[in-house]
Each structure stands twice: as C-alpha cells, then as structure tokens.
C-alpha cells in the first residue's frame, strides 16, 4: 500500500512538495514536516500550538469532542472506579498495571523516599509565612537537585526511574509541609502504617498530640482526584516539563519549571480561582450578573471551571467529580452547603445560555475539584498545589519518555518576525 502523503502546492512558485502523513493507534493523523523549513524555507505559525503534535506518546490519549481520556489504553472512568493513584502512577511511568509483586515493590520504594532531607526542611524558613505554596513548591522541588545532582544519570534507566519515584514520593511531604508552615503548625514526617494519600491527609491535617480521624469516602474522594490530575496528554505544565527536559536539564529542575506554567489561572490555577469566584458571588442573586459580565468581551472576567481547550463536548473528568462531590458532602453531612447549592445554579444557569452553547463551555475538572477539596478542609491556596501533586506522576512519565524517544530533539520553535529589519546604530546625541 502507498504511504500516505499530503501535497503542499506553493501558489507563489508552482512548486509541489509531499510530505508523510504519520498514523497514531487512534486519534487524528499528522503531517510530518520535519523537512519542511529544508524543502521549502517556510515555518509554520501555530501559537498555542492547537495543531501541532510536538512529540510521539505512548501515556495518554485524549478525544476532546468525544470526551474520552485514557492512560495507557485504560479509560479514567475505569481506572477511577477501579484503581488507586499509586497504581495508576505505575501505570503511566511503565506503561503497564504492575503484577502484584511488582505494585508491592514499587509501593514500598515510594514509602521508603517519601522523607525528605533534613537540611532541605530550612528552606521553608527562608520564605515568608504568607507565601502563596505554588511559590514554595517551585523553589523546593528545584532545590531537589541540589540534593541529587551528583547522582543522577540521565543515561540509566534505573536511574531515571528513581528520579521519578523520589518525585512522585517526596512531593506529598513538600506539599504537606508547605501548608503547616504557612499556618505555623509542626511539619509531620510520613507515616510507616498509612499508605500514599490517607499519608498526605495526615501530614496536612494531623498534629502531633491529637490522633488522626480518618474517613474512607475522603481517602477515596482525594485519591480519585489525584487519578484524574495524573496526566493529560501535552497541556502547558507537561510541555514546560518536556521543554525543559528537553536540554537534559535535571528531573528536579525540569519538575518545577512545570510547576511555575501549572500555576497560571488559564491551566492548574483555574481551581483556586473557582472557589474565588463562588465565594465572592456569594448568593444565587449574583450569578445573572456573573453570566452577563463573563459575555462582556470589553471585561476580562472568565467564568472560572468553564471550557476547555480540548474537550469541547464535556471533560469526563468533571463527569466523575460531579458524582464524587455528591458521595463526600454526604459523607461530611454537607448536602446543604450553600456553596455546593450556589454551584450547582451556576452550572444550571450557564449550561442553558446561548453563549456557553455556541461556544461549548461546560464545567471542566477544576468546576467540582474546587468544592470537594473546601468541603475537605483544604484551603483554596492549596489546591493547585495539590493538582501539582497529582501531575508529578504525568509530568515525570513524560520526562522519562521523551529521554527514551529516539526522536526527541531539543525543542527549539521559530517565530513570525514583525520587528524592524537590519538598521545602522544612531549615537545618543544624534537620536
Ligand atoms: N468564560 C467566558 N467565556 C469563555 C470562557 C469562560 N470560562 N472560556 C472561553 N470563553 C470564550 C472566549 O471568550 C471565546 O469567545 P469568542 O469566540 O467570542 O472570542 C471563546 O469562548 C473561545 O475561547 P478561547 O480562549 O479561544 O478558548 P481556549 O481554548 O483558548 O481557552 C481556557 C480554554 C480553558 C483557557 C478557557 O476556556 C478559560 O479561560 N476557562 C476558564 C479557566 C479554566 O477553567 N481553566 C481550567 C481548564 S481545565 C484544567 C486543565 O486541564 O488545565
């Protein structure tokens, strides 16, 4: 059979240039134009990137008009109602569900690192109380490097799997003693007989002479929220974390740098900025008035857990929340609070408006994560820390993937120039 290609025609020249067409396992082909610039001096514009495919992947497969997400073949409602974070981070980093002997490995390497250096407990002090702890977490995880730098092998796949693990095992810690410090309260040290994420409920909520309550429905609740925070294909942070990676800069450093791109209010800092936006409407009066300025195109103002870049039909991850929010204000006995009831008009009201219609905006993932996460007790200046907590496990299977990609480039875009062409220097006194 003829390999596929598609034909660019310059209208300028005449010319005719072929180019490959490359075919995924699913989703929609891609143009190979790797030559393109050597054929025919053009580059391509794409800002944003909505059309480009920067890499091959094998982790995970989103169809956004279908609203499918898969890690590793395994649809996220399965996994969800299936899985555990931990299992599904062995998933994305191997690219298989572990056998028995191999989860209990890799479960207790991850309790075995989830400690961190001692000396790397002073950095905290170093920042102000009132910090936001997206700013700790990217200083910290960096920091991570100074601590391993001589150790790590860029070549070595053990050693790669390390940095991974030491990640994914150390960031509940950071995180956990990001929010005691903020609060003033005794940083705790992980837990031999809690497992990953009741763990991360200790450390953030336990105090040293109380015992820890702990609740099923929330234990599940949060580890369904870290499943679905785990990966999503080439977003912002994950791009950063492969960008930076890309120039075999360290794990540790190419991790925070996907921390800082996570923090922004369009990607991971959209949860924060929900519970922001309810709270300040404060009653269902409000909303009409929300909705209108959200259509305003002369106010900057977004409705904040509406649209996505890539769902256009609804986030599946949304559709699992949705139903789990429902199952923890139960189990909390908080069926009645005024923010889930405010929420729940919001989401009405929006999702019968011609604008959000037209336009495909509905809830995405960040709309009801916000709510669960308040209903738990987690302040909303912790929830993108949380999302990075989460992402650790995309963020580092992709890292070590594109290390074991035989075509991984450094990346290097081009640009459109649109500024002055070569002029000759005028001295001061001249201008
Ligand atoms: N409220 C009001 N209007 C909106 C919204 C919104 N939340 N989102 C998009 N629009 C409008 C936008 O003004 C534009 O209108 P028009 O065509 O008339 O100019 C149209 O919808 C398309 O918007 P866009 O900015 O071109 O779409 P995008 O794909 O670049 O943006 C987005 C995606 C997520 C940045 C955007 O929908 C947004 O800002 N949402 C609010 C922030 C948010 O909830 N982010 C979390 C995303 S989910 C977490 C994650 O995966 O990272």
Known sequence: MMAKTVTLI??????????????????????????????????????????TGA?????????????????????????CDKSNFLEVAYLLLHGELPKQTEYAQFHAEIMESRLINEQLQFFFRGFRRDAHPMAILVGVVGALSSFYHGAFDLHSEENRLLCCRRLVAKLPTIVAMSYKYSIGQAMLYPREDYNY????????????????????????????????????????????????????????????????????PAHGGANEEVLNMLKSMGSVDDIPQYIKRAKDK?????LMGFGHRVYKNFDP??????????????????????????????????????????????????????????????PS???????????TAGWTAQWKEMHEDKTSRLCRPRQLYLGETAREYIPMEKR
Not at 247 to 257: D, E, I, K, L, M
Not at 298 to 302: E, I, Q, S, V
Not at 334 to 346: D, G, S
């Open 381 to 391: 200046y912790m929830f993108t820390p949380l999302f990075a907590l989460a992402r």
């Open 10 to 51: 310059d209208n300028q020249t005449g010319e005719k240039y072929d180019f490959p067409i490359l075919e995924g396992t699913q989703g929609p082909d891609l143009i190979d134009i790797r030559t393109l610039y050597g054929k025919t001096g053009y580059f391509t514009f794409d800002p944003g990137y909505g059309a």
């Open 298 to 302: 002369d106010d900057p103002f977004r």
């Open 55 to 79: 890499c091959e992947s094998k982790i995970t497969y989103i169809d956004g008009d279908k609203g499918i997400l898969q890690h590793r073949g395994y649809s996220i409602e399965n996994l």
């Open 197 to 264: 994420t009741d763990n991360f409920l200790y450390m953030m909520f336990g105090k040293p002479e109380h015992k820890f309550k702990m609740i099923p429905e929330v234990v599940s609740a949060l580890d369904k929220i870290f499943i679905l925070h785990a990966d999503h294909e080439q977003n912002a942070s994950t791009s950063t974390v492969r960008m930076a990676g890309s120039t075999g800069a360290n794990p540790y450093a190419a991790v925070s740098s996907g921390i800082s791109a996570l923090w922004g």
């Open 317 to 378: 991850r949304a559709n699992v929340l949705r139903q789990s929010c429902h199952e923890v204000l139960d189990a909390l006995g908080m069926k009645e609070q005024p923010l889930l009831k405010l929420a729940m008009e919001l989401e009405r009201i929006a999702l019968e408006d011609e604008y959000f219609i037209e336009r495909k905006l509905f809830p995405n993932v960040d709309f009801y994560s916000g709510i669960i996460l308040e209903a738990i007790g987690f």
